[in-house]
């Protein structure tokens, strides 16, 4: 018998272990793909409720405990609350940007004349320089061009019908959203109400080996991603901020609509708002509009300062992915799910690391060790 070699009986049983382990990984994954997604949209509005109550029971429990209110008080108090705030703040968001996507529907044929005339600058100054270069070059950098902007201007002419027929949509599913609105706000009351008689009956029940392992679970992976999408959160809505003052400052119109956008893109990891701001504001250098590109590269300034002081503090420890795992996770989440799936792949790629961290995938990489070992002993055999 070959060093490494395992006996016949030692064999079955690390297949054995080894197939129950890969079902249950391909039985968990089939699950998360195909069960979790339509489960998760039916009961949104209850477990949004749960997140509510598990944020609102530390402030509910200290109140409590220094004012002798009762908890059914104390929550509908701070439930309302909350919902004032939240609603004041996402009203005058939401009129905003509604004002801007409305005003540019009407006056899309001036916009789209601007946007030509600019292209038409740019295609000018490009000229001028292919000008210096062999004929061949030049024609090839033309046809590339005026292919790429035949493409964009099929697919504004292809989305335009779409925003009408989603603003459609969206008011035909304002009845339901209201539904589920109350449905979430009655939800919420009653599980911040009665939040450590439900925690008693989810955890306080399970064996001390069951809860050891998910408080483990939890504070070794989840604790890093709540981590790290909170300082996300805070650091998108302060680049949010700046984008918004500083378009005001400029005069940019549109300005909450590109602030929100360019917001959505700061959160991606990679790609970030330099992405668009650097490229408009050289846009603007070539066709002469100094004073707006100025403008633009100062709001970007502030926001790289911002981002470089306020990193490190909001994420702490840190919770990041490598560029390379970050690309990756990027390019998976949208070819998965398009644009929500370049948010959600690298926190989902985080999840999967932190898990991995727990250990909880120790013994099947130790078996699959052990059957290489086993195998190359096979077949070293004379």
């Known amino acids: 018998m070959e060093r490494g070699e395992l006996t016949w009986r030692e064999r079955g049983r690390l297949w054995m272990r080894m197939g129950v382990r890969i079902l249950l990984v391909v039985g968990i994954v089939l699950v998360l793909r195909y069960l ?49 705030a939240a609603g004041g703040i996402l009203f005058g968001l939401g009129y905003s940007l509604f004002s801007e996507v409305s005003t540019l529907l009407d006056n899309w044929e001036g916009a789209w004349d601007s ?3 600019g292209v038409d600058s740019l295609s000018a100054w490009l000229d001028r320089l292919l000008a210096y270069l062999p004929g061949q070059v030049e024609t090839f950098v033309n046809e590339n061009l005026d292919q790429l902007w035949m493409a964009f201007s099929s697919w504004v002419s292809s ?11 969206f008011a035909m599913s304002v009845p339901s959203f209201v539904v589920a609105l109350i449905v979430f706000i009655m939800a919420a009351y009653f599980i911040t109400a009665d939040y450590p008689h439900y925690r008693f009956l989810m955890t306080d029940r399970l064996p001390m080996e069951v809860r050891a392992f998910f408080s483990h679970v939890k504070h070794t992976a989840l604790g890093a991603l709540a981590g790290y999408i909170r300082a996300e959160v805070i650091i998108s809505a302060g680049v949010f901020a700046i984008l918004l003052v500083g378009f005001l400052l400029i005069r940019q119109p549109y300005a909450v609509l590109l602030a929100l956008v360019l917001a959505v893109l700061d959160f991606i990891p990679i790609i970030g708002s330099g992405t668009v701001m650097v490229p408009w504001a050289v846009i603007d250098l070539i066709t002469g509009n100094w004073s707006h590109a100025l403008g633009l590269m100062v709001v970007w300034g502030i926001i790289c300062v911002f981002r470089r002081v306020a990193e490190p503090k909001a994420v702490g420890s840190q919770t990041g992915l490598s560029p390379i795992l970050s690309l990756i996770s990027l390019y998976v989440g949208m070819r998965l799910g398009g644009v929500l799936g370049m948010i959600l792949g690298p926190i989902v790629c985080l999840v999967v690391i932190n898990v991995a961290r727990t250990g909880i995938f120790d013994g099947l990489v130790a078996d699959l060790s052990l059957a290489v070992r086993d195998t190359a002993a096979l077949l070293r055999r004379p």
């Open 115 to 117: 946007l030509q005339a």
């Open 159 to 169: 989305v335009m019908p779409l925003l009408g027929t989603w603003a459609g949509n």
């Open 36 to 84: 979790v997604p339509p489960l998760l949209s039916l009961f949104m509005p209850f477990v949004l409720a749960l997140v509510t109550a598990w944020l609102l029971n530390p402030p509910v429990k200290a109140l409590q405990r220094r004012l002798g209110l009762s908890r059914g008080f104390l929550s509908i108090f701070l439930i309302l609350l909350a919902f004032a």
